[in-house]
């Protein structure tokens, strides 16, 4: 049965830090890894897509990388910002599941600090 | 290019009512998923449909039940709430089911009470 993990739970920085979250995952046979970010009370907005095939994703100051192997994923925020502040969840899609579920972390809750 | 659309965005309902909760894709999008999230549990797949089938389903019981309909819009059925049905119901869509991820919507609060 798959697991996803994140940690830390929480985390507050000052703003400016580059900072790194972390996602691992307990079967390594998954179809691709999503990331995204939820403001409180808001649905979820899709930040990256890594296929399984791939190494990492960039999209301006966010790059995500995934390890398939060791079964973990890492997103990396270049000089956060408070806008930034925001839960960070990542999830991933089952090889053998065939599409249509995702099974998630328990997110990171970010707070960047003016 | 609109995003999906779910509603209504909140809902108070009464224990032993029933409820649906619906669910707009992206145009062209044909696989839609159901999410509910809470707390204490986080975010669990309900199921999902593509092409008005069911294709997966999550551990919930069958007071959850769901459809698609010809333009892949969708609908959620809750029947006899319970207090702790309580959630955040989030809708997402996709082209072709996993190889693109999902766009999610803003989601449906329902409050039991």
């Known amino acids: 049965k798959q697991e996803v993990t994140q940690i830390p739970a929480a985390l507050s920085v000052p703003e400016g830090e580059n900072l790194v979250l972390n996602c691992s995952f307990t079967?390594?046979?998954?179809?691709?890894l999503q990331w995204f970010r939820q403001d409180p009370g808001k649905g979820l907005t899709s930040l990256l897509l890594?296929?399984?095939?791939?190494r990492e994703q960039t999209s301006g100051r966010l790059n995500a990388s995934l390890d398939k192997s060791s079964g973990r994923s890492t997103l990396y925020i270049a000089a956060s910002q408070p806008g930034d502040s925001a839960t960070y969840l990542c999830?991933?899609?089952?090889?053998?599941?065939?599409?249509?579920?995702?099974?998630f972390g328990q997110g990171t809750e970010l707070s960047v600090k003016p | 290019k609109a995003g999906v659309t779910q509603t209504p965005r909140y809902l108070i309902k009464t224990r032993g009512q029933q409820v649906t909760l619906s669910c707009s894709p992206i145009?062209?999008?044909?696989?839609v998923s159901w999410y509910q999230q809470t707390p204490g549990q986080g975010l669990q797949f309900l199921f999902e449909?593509?092409?008005?089938?069911?294709?997966n389903k999550g551990n919930f019981p069958g007071r959850f039940s769901g459809r698609q309909f010809s333009n892949s819009r969708s609908e959620m059925n809750v029947s006899t709430l319970e207090l702790g049905d309580s959630a955040l119901y989030l809708c997402?869509?996709?082209?072709?089911?996993?190889?693109?991820?999902?766009?999610f919507g803003s989601g449906t609060r329902l409050t039991v009470v």
């Open positions: 449909y593509f092409s008005e089938t069911q294709r």
């Open positions: 145009s062209g999008h044909r696989s």
């Open positions: 890594i296929q399984s095939s791939q």
């Open positions: 079967d390594s046979a998954i179809y691709n």
């Open positions: 997402a869509s996709s082209p072709m089911r996993q190889s693109y991820g999902y766009t």
């Open positions: 999830a991933v899609s089952s090889f053998y599941n065939q599409g249509g579920k995702l099974i």
